[in-house]
């Protein structure tokens, strides 16, 4: 059993992959929706499935994809695009759905709810079989659309005296209802783009106004004249005018695309301001009504004829959007597989059967962990090529996406060292550090897309790409020594299983890490230095992310110098690489935070205090490698100072 456990394992991780790439056909009778998810809309600039809208709407509502529902006859949740098909098309039965989060008593005080105000009520036994399976939505943080409605008022008067704040100083309360109006206008957004949602059957309003146009445009024409004119067909069209200015101005979406193959992306428009052209054109825009048919389907529960329209809409599209298409096609694919979650998972179990082959078993455990990391990898790898693809640019474009490489440029030097030392010390570190890059970037995608838009001051050329992946490379090189040296404390102190032999083998990684992270740092900050030079016109300029990338580099300069002064030996050596911890994340999320410089992106609390906590846990670390020898359990026995 334990010669064959190694395959096993690495049968089951690829199994594991291989289910969530697979794509389950709906069932028969029911919506397609996962063809309504794969539509296209712009949204920011950037052309995107309906299914990435309603996905990134919820994080930055509620911050999590999944929907509770108000009644538990319904399914327990909601996948996120069925949430945004009843937002768009239902949005009364929309509204009931508990999808704002308030955490703030302050907030909850000033829209008059407390955590006892909750829709969802269940009896104790659902309460118990829901919460083992982990669908039941939280009753304390969540709440409706209907719930807020009575206080919007009060919600926009609050959000705009806490926007007269400075967003570093202000206040907890000041940010939370601040958010909260923010989030309330995208949901009132998002039920505006295909319909008007004061609207009995939209489909009906767009086929009465196409039938009463012609009558209206010569009562309008009559009227700006001075002629005789039809008065109730003219204040009809008034009417529809004043109804579509208000979907022009407000809807999110920008879904109606252009009548050709138009490259830029201005050409498309919201539904909205293309049922103000039907003015000029005198028929009203097949998407839009399309869409309103859609609607029509989806709220009269007609499932043959909803996905009809979705397939006729997507073959008319295919003729003139190939690439968009299949860019949306892949997206769509992507958010429903979630490789980094995957990834993640895999990496968790990886760091423990490493761990536990520290204990028993090493090779069988070693080999089993070594596989599942290397499975982890190749998904990781997959699902940022994919990034790349769909984003048209480098791998590296925010923080989200600097998170994952960070992470695999670890990971990858982990499969190496294991691949030549085999002694799980590898396999332990891709696993703690692959699944912690994948939490951070997990909590970064929090905010919205994180496909998005590159700003305008990374505007990008060969030299931003080459600087943003060598620099990051050194990042994660860095990081790999401090949380090898946190491998070589943490056995030392609390273990008896860091012999001479392990020791010695974790010294030389680091300090060949240490190198490469000196090399690519170096080289990484002068490629900054040329893409500077380039942009902004100057090669240096004291920017605090430049400085920043300097300290890392003079860092691991100072690591190297100590090791081949004869400073520091094995645990000196290991104290300045956790050291190194600090210097880099304070370089990669510190400067960000400062309010200053170009590459400054906003204050961000959570990330504040998160960047706090990890420094002050590499500090205690740093001060328990300081420890005498005596009171480390590996080296009692030894009468020589490492």
């Excluded at 997507?314 to 980094?340: C, G, H, I, V, Y």
């Excluded at 070594?370 to 940022?384: D, K, M, N, Q």
């Excluded at 400062?594 to 959570?606: I, K, P, Q």
Aim: glycine share 6%; aromatic share 12%.
């Amino acid at each position: 059993m334990k010669k064959y456990l190694p395959f096993i394992v690495l049968f089951l991780g690829a199994a594991f992959v291989f289910k969530t790439l697979r794509v389950p056909e709906p069932p028969a009778g029911s919506f397609n929706l996962t063809g309504f998810g794969r539509l296209p809309v712009l949204v920011n600039g950037r052309i995107k499935p309906l299914d990435t809208v309603a996905r990134t709407s919820l994080l930055a509502m509620q911050g999590r994809q999944r929907v509770g529902t108000p009644e538990i006859s319904q399914a327990f949740v909601q996948s996120p695009i069925e949430w945004l098909t009843d937002v768009l098309f239902a949005p009364n039965k929309a509204d009931t759905y508990p999808v704002f989060k308030i955490e703030s008593n302050e907030v909850l005080d000033v829209v008059g709810l407390s955590a006892a105000d909750t829709k969802i009520q269940y009896d104790s036994s659902a309460k118990r079989f829901m919460a083992v399976l982990g669908f039941l939505p939280s009753s304390k943080s969540r709440f409706s659309f209907n719930q807020l409605q009575p206080k919007l008022a009060e919600i926009e008067r609050q959000a705009q005296l806490a926007e007269s704040v400075e967003p570093a100083i202000r206040t907890p309360f000041q940010k939370q209802i601040a958010h909260l109006r923010e989030v309330v206008v995208l949901y009132q957004r998002l039920k505006h783009s295909l319909q008007l949602p004061d609207s009995p059957s939209f489909l009906t309003e767009v086929t009465t106004f196409q039938n009463a146009l012609p009558a209206g445009v010569a009562a309008v024409r009559a009227r700006q004249k001075g002629e005789a004119h039809d008065e109730p067909a003219f204040k009809a069209m008034l009417e529809m005018a004043r109804r579509y200015e208000i979907m022009e101005n407000f809807a999110y979406l920008l879904a109606i695309p252009p009548a050709d193959n138009e490259p830029s992306l201005t050409a498309w428009s919201n539904a909205g301001q293309a049922l103000l052209e039907t003015f000029a054109t005198g028929s009203v825009n097949p998407t839009v009504m399309a869409y309103a048919t859609l609607g029509h389907t989806w709220r009269s529960g007609q499932p043959a004829q909803f996905n009809e329209i979705v397939q006729l809409y997507r073959t008319q599209l295919t003729k003139r959007f190939t690439t968009p298409l299949e860019k949306s096609d892949l997206e769509t694919r992507f958010n429903a597989a979630e490789p980094f979650y995957s990834s993640m998972t895999l990496y968790a179990y990886a760091f423990l059967l490493a761990i536990f082959s520290w204990l028993k078993w090493p090779e069988a455990l070693g080999r089993s962990a070594y596989y599942l990391v290397l499975i982890a990898f190749t998904l990781t790898t997959a699902g940022i090529l994919t990034r790349m693809w769909l984003e048209g640019r480098p791998p590296v474009t925010n923080l989200y996406s600097s998170a994952l490489f960070v992470g695999w440029g670890s990971v990858g030097l982990c499969l190496i060292l294991e691949k030549i030392y085999r002694n799980a010390i590898g396999s332990v570190a891709a696993g703690m550090i692959g699944f912690a890059t994948l939490l951070i970037a997990h909590h970064l995608s929090l905010t919205g897309d994180t496909l998005e838009m590159m700003r305008a001051v990374l505007d990008s050329n060969f030299w931003l790409a080459t600087h943003v992946v060598v620099v990051t490379a050194g990042y994660a090189a860095t990081f790999l020594a401090g949380f090898l040296a946190i491998i070589y404390v943490v056995r030392g102190l609390f273990t008896k299983s860091l012999d001479t032999v392990t020791a010695e083998a974790l010294t030389r990684m680091v300090y060949g890490i240490v190198c490469f992270a000196t090399l690519f740092s170096l080289i990484g900050t002068v490629l900054g230095g040329i893409w500077a030079d380039q942009s902004w016109g100057r090669f240096w300029g004291w920017d605090p992310k430049e400085n920043g990338a300097l300290i890392i580099v003079l860092w691991n300069a100072v690591i190297l110098h100590c090791r081949w002064g004869g400073l520091v030996k094995q645990r000196g050596l290991m104290s300045l690489a956790i050291f190194g911890n600090i210097v880099t994340s304070w370089s990669w999320f510190g400067v960000n935070m400062l309010g200053v410089g170009l590459h400054s992106y906003g204050f961000m609390d959570s990330a504040f205090v998160w960047l706090v906590a990890f420094v002050s846990s590499q500090l205690v670390i740093i001060g328990l490698a300081s420890l005498p020898l005596n009171l480390w359990r590996s080296f009692r026995s030894q009468t020589t100072a490492s």
